[in-house]
């Protein structure tokens, strides 16, 4: 079954984007929202949005037209009765999705697919709320979703074949790749994004370089645009943190740095200086290997596990987050000694196995 009427619940900052996306393919798409100020901020946003792809002559100001019509708006959760598929977009909070999907259920079409863009919680624990968990699924988008290519595509204990086929082809009607991963800690790029992020917290909780810094040394050796302060900065720390403290049940090496704890919890900023210094060649290695094994770690116990393939980990980290040399053809690049080399130092530090099943997969 094609999957033509779309109804977000939440219009906050990724479900305004997953909508903008469903509408620019043509879907007919339903935002739901109990603040209503949030559907304002969704219309006004969607409306920016194809106005600028006219202006930028991406698209025709009737291709606008027409996709501005396929927006409806509603504070009501009735709403979803029309939907082939209900994308949950809410607050990050197990009893409040939980609530949330009872009260859909006497609504939604016996077929409708209903997934949820959970980061942090188990999808296997949100199906349960639901009557058809066969019929639930993990999809997982990244901020700006109206731009983002991709998206994870978690399948839940229950959730059927058929469901997960249906959902892959909804999100390539919408122009995403879908990325299939395990329902784990942190999915896939989370697994590895939030504790590469955290190592550079802590090498400046240690002095050994200023934020400007690490992110030099982070663009140069990952071929990235910005570096990992540049990006907590927009994704904002706050939610950074959240995201690092969701990992670290994992062990020791994932506990926040007391740096991204204390930004986060102040909702403040990294204050990155315009033209840093310079280290000398020794300072700066060391960083570029502090940051290689802080990825390294992550993907390889993650490929470990199965949480995905060892080239979707690059998938990942090529669309979600740019990476112009990522973490797996970088191991690949440096080669096995090295890479066990450093990843063992680091597993020793933070009383971790050694990640050797990973590293079979990796170098097979
Ligand atoms: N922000 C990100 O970068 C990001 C990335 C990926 C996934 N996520 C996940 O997406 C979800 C939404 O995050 P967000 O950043 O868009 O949040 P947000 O705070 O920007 O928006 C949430 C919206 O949900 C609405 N809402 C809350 N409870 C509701 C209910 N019971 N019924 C109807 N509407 C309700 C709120 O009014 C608000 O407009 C969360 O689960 C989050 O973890 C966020």
């Given at each position: 079954m094609a999957l033509n009427n779309i109804a977000i619940i939440g219009a906050g900052t990724m479900g305004g984007g997953i909508a903008i996306g469903c509408m620019?393919?043509?879907?007919?798409?339903?935002?739901?929202?109990?603040?209503?100020?949030?559907?304002?901020?969704?219309?006004?946003?969607?409306?920016?949005?194809?106005?600028?792809?006219?202006?930028?002559?991406?698209?025709?100001?009737?291709?606008?037209?027409?996709?501005?019509?396929?927006?409806?708006?509603?504070?009501?959760?009735?709403?979803?009765?029309?939907?082939?598929?209900?994308?949950?977009?809410?607050f990050e909070n197990l009893e409040i999705k939980r609530d949330l999907f009872t009260r859909i259920t006497p609504d939604l079409r016996s077929e409708a697919i209903v997934a949820t863009n959970t980061s942090a919680l188990r999808v296997a624990d949100l199906a349960t709320a639901l009557p058809a968990p066969e019929r639930f699924v993990g999809l997982h988008y990244f901020s700006p979703a109206e731009v983002n290519p991709l998206v994870e595509l978690i399948a839940g204990p229950a959730t059927s074949h058929a469901v997960?086929?249906?959902?892959?082809?909804?999100?390539?009607?919408?122009?995403?790749?879908?990325?299939?991963?395990?329902?784990?800690?942190?999915?896939?790029?989370?697994?590895?994004?939030?504790?590469?992020t955290n190592e550079a917290?802590?090498?400046?909780?240690?002095?050994?370089?200023?934020?400007?810094?690490?992110?030099?040394?982070?663009?140069?050796?990952?071929?990235?645009?910005?570096?990992?302060?540049?990006?907590?900065?927009?994704?904002?720390?706050?939610?950074?943190?959240?995201?690092?403290?969701?990992?670290?049940?994992?062990?020791?090496?994932?506990?926040?740095?007391?740096?991204?704890?204390?930004?986060?919890?102040?909702?403040?900023?990294?204050?990155?200086?315009e033209s840093p210094a310079e280290l000398d060649d020794t300072a700066a290695h060391a960083i570029t290997t502090r940051l290689r094994a802080a990825l390294f770690l992550p993907v390889l116990e993650a490929i470990g596990e199965g949480v995905a393939a060892p080239d979707d980990f690059d998938l990942g980290a090529r669309l979600a987050l740019r990476f112009g040399h990522p973490p797996v053809t970088a191991m690949r690049a440096l080669g096995?000694?090295?890479?066990?080399?450093?990843?063992?130092?680091?597993?020793?530090?933070?009383?971790?196995?050694l990640p050797e099943s990973g590293l079979e997969k990796v170098f097979a």
């Amino acid at each position: 079954m094609a999957l033509n009427n779309i109804a977000i619940i939440g219009a906050g900052t990724m479900g305004g984007g997953i909508a903008i996306g469903c509408m620019a393919a043509g879907l007919s798409t339903c935002v739901i929202d109990l603040n209503k100020d949030s559907l304002a901020t969704v219309q006004a946003r969607s409306a920016k949005f194809f106005n600028r792809m006219v202006e930028k002559e991406k698209i025709t100001q009737e291709q606008a037209d027409d996709a501005q019509r396929k927006l409806m708006v509603s504070n009501e959760l009735s709403a979803v009765s029309q939907a082939d598929l209900v994308i949950e977009a809410i607050f990050e909070n197990l009893e409040i999705k939980r609530d949330l999907f009872t009260r859909i259920t006497p609504d939604l079409r016996s077929e409708a697919i209903v997934a949820t863009n959970t980061s942090a919680l188990r999808v296997a624990d949100l199906a349960t709320a639901l009557p058809a968990p066969e019929r639930f699924v993990g999809l997982h988008y990244f901020s700006p979703a109206e731009v983002n290519p991709l998206v994870e595509l978690i399948a839940g204990p229950a959730t059927s074949h058929a469901v997960i086929a249906e959902a892959a082809a909804f999100l390539a009607t919408t122009g995403k790749t879908a990325l299939p991963c395990q329902d784990a800690n942190g999915f896939a790029v989370n697994r590895f994004f939030c504790p590469y992020t955290n190592e550079a917290v802590r090498i400046v909780d240690e002095q050994l370089a200023t934020p400007g810094q690490v992110d030099r040394i982070a663009c140069e050796t990952f071929e990235l645009a910005i570096g990992p302060f540049s990006v907590m900065n927009i994704v904002k720390p706050r939610i950074n943190l959240n995201a690092v403290q969701n990992l670290s049940g994992l062990g020791a090496f994932y506990a926040p740095a007391a740096g991204l704890i204390e930004v986060g919890q102040a909702e403040g900023s990294f204050e990155i200086e315009e033209s840093p210094a310079e280290l000398d060649d020794t300072a700066a290695h060391a960083i570029t290997t502090r940051l290689r094994a802080a990825l390294f770690l992550p993907v390889l116990e993650a490929i470990g596990e199965g949480v995905a393939a060892p080239d979707d980990f690059d998938l990942g980290a090529r669309l979600a987050l740019r990476f112009g040399h990522p973490p797996v053809t970088a191991m690949r690049a440096l080669g096995r000694d090295q890479v066990e080399e450093m990843v063992s130092a680091l597993a020793q530090q933070y009383g971790a196995d050694l990640p050797e099943s990973g590293l079979e997969k990796v170098f097979a």
